[in-house]
């Protein structure tokens, strides 16, 4: 039987105070009060600064048995295309594995990284320098969505993230793959008019339920190859993620994928 596991792309926010976190809550108090309610969680501020061992033993020690990391990679690696930083993220990323809550490292690429053969064999020396880490892939531009790429993907051992984004021509379509025995959805937002205004007004969207169902088909295409699904709502503005990811886990509940 496989798993699905459903959460948020991060979970200390300030505008999450009042709305999911108890009001006048600190923010020490965040990750053990997340982690009753949801089993996974995306890092996020990985991204903008190198994590230290000391920050991550703590997350870990916060979380009970079982729960689940997945961790962005820095943006020096996913922006830039340099893994000189790789030997101390890996490190620090240390109390995690030792204690089987880091389920892998996500690397989101910007739209700017095009599908070319200078980055394809880029996304090779990702997946040897990581390994045996698991990698999930998302990326923003359009030329990536290809058989051959797909292919590509499964053959280096990179699980692909489907996501929910807005139809505007040049981004990803909501293409429900996997590529390897790990299935992984994000979900961002469908706010095309702002998409380009930046973060805050990007993501502030709230999906509704038939929105979240129209995944459905695309779940059970995704749970034909992998074992574990991973889903996170990045939609973080006002708690709406937090919100959206407790519908899309009674929907799931309504049906059966594996």
Known sequence: ????????????????????????????????????????????????RMPTEKTIAGMAKRTPDGFQFFVKAHGSMTHESDLSARDEFVAALSPMRSEGKLAGLLFQFPQSFKNSETNRKYLRAVSDAFAPEKIAVEFRDRSWDSPAVYEFLEGSGLSFVSVDEPQISTLYPPVGKATSEIGYLRFHSRNGAKWYKGGAERYDYDYSDEELREWLPKLEEIARKASTLFIYFNNCHQGQA?????????????????
């Not at 937090?242 to 594996?258: C, F, T, Y």
């Open 1 to 48: 039987m496989g798993r699905v596991l459903v959460g948020t792309s991060g979970y200390s926010f300030k505008d999450w105070v009042g709305t999911f976190y108890p009001e006048k809550y600190s923010s020490q108090k965040m990750l053990p009060f997340y982690a009753d309610e949801f089993d996974t969680v995306e890092v996020n501020f990985t991204y903008y």
């Open 242 to 258: 937090a919100e959206n990811a407790r519908r899309m886990r009674d929907i799931l509940g309504q049906v059966k994928l594996w």
